[in-house]
Antibody
Framework: EVRLVDSGGALIQPGGSLRLSCVAS????????MSWVRQAPGKGLEWVSA???????YFADSVRGRFAISRDKSSNTLYLQMSSLRVEDTAVYFC?????????????WGQGTLVTVAS | DIQLTQSPSFLSASVGDRVTITCRAS??????LAWYQQIPGKAPKLLIF???TLQSGVPSRFSGSGSGSDFSLTISGLQPEDFATYYC?????????FGRGTKVEIK
């Protein structure tokens, strides 16, 4: 069974840094594309960042230069390192698995972790 | 960036109704479109990928159609557990944009 467990969310002051984690199990994490998606309170879904099967990285314009995505294949963990945080980064952050060629979508999601940026 | 315009943004329907949600893209996506259902406080759940392929385990009352820039999600016979918010998302290129969502509420 595929399982994604998000953690690391916290209350952080503007300008601060935070690292989110997503522990994966039940699939070949080391060769899977993964993404982070966020949802501000009461708002829709926003794709944030992706790491491809070959570890190329991609970012939304709103976070490029401030966020970094990486993975530790030895512990099956996906990370989102967030710096220079802004009030508008406040959201629930979800990790998501995919896409693959035969299934171009996010077929599994973590439960989400809340990041609140406020003074 | 590719823009996805979902409509309606809100709809009120009764159990048993057939409802259709549309998603229009700002450019040709071929078939690289997915649909998700989100219940408040929960993670999104994949319903449809590649515009019309039903994800494993999803009830057959959900169906997707379309290609290019016009897509739709149809629920044939709304059930109480279907009252939720639905999102489309494109996987044609980065950034993987979402539509703004359609909230389906009980009439």
């Amino acid at each position: 069974e595929v399982r994604l467990v998000d953690s690391g969310g916290a209350l952080i002051q503007p300008g601060g840094s935070l690292r989110l984690s997503c522990v994966a199990s039940g699939f070949a994490f080391d060769t899977s594309a993964m993404s982070w998606v966020r949802q501000a309170p009461g708002k829709g879904l926003e794709w944030v960042s992706a790491i491809s099967a070959s570890d190329s990285t991609y970012f939304a314009d709103s976070v490029r230069g401030r966020f970094a995505i990486s993975r530790d294949k030895s512990s099956n963990t996906l990370y989102l390192q967030m710096s220079s945080l802004r009030v508008e980064d406040t959201a629930v952050y979800f990790c998501a698995k995919g896409p693959i060629i035969t299934l171009p979508a996010f077929d599994s999601w973590g439960q989400g972790t809340l990041v609140t940026v406020a003074s | 960036d590719i823009q996805l315009t979902q409509s309606p943004s809100f709809l009120s329907a009764s159990v048993g109704d057939r409802v259709t949600i549309t998603c229009r893209a700002s450019q040709d996506l071929r078939h690289f479109l997915a649909w998700y259902q989100q219940i408040p406080g929960k993670a999104p759940k994949l319903l449809i990928f590649s515009a019309s392929t039903l994800q494993s385990g999803v009830p057959s009352r959900f169906s997707g159609s379309g290609s290019g820039s016009d897509f739709s999600l149809t629920i044939s016979g709304l059930q109480p557990e279907d009252f939720a918010t639905y999102y489309c998302q494109q996987f044609y290129n980065f950034p993987y944009t979402f539509g703004r969502g359609t909230k389906v509420e009980i009439k």
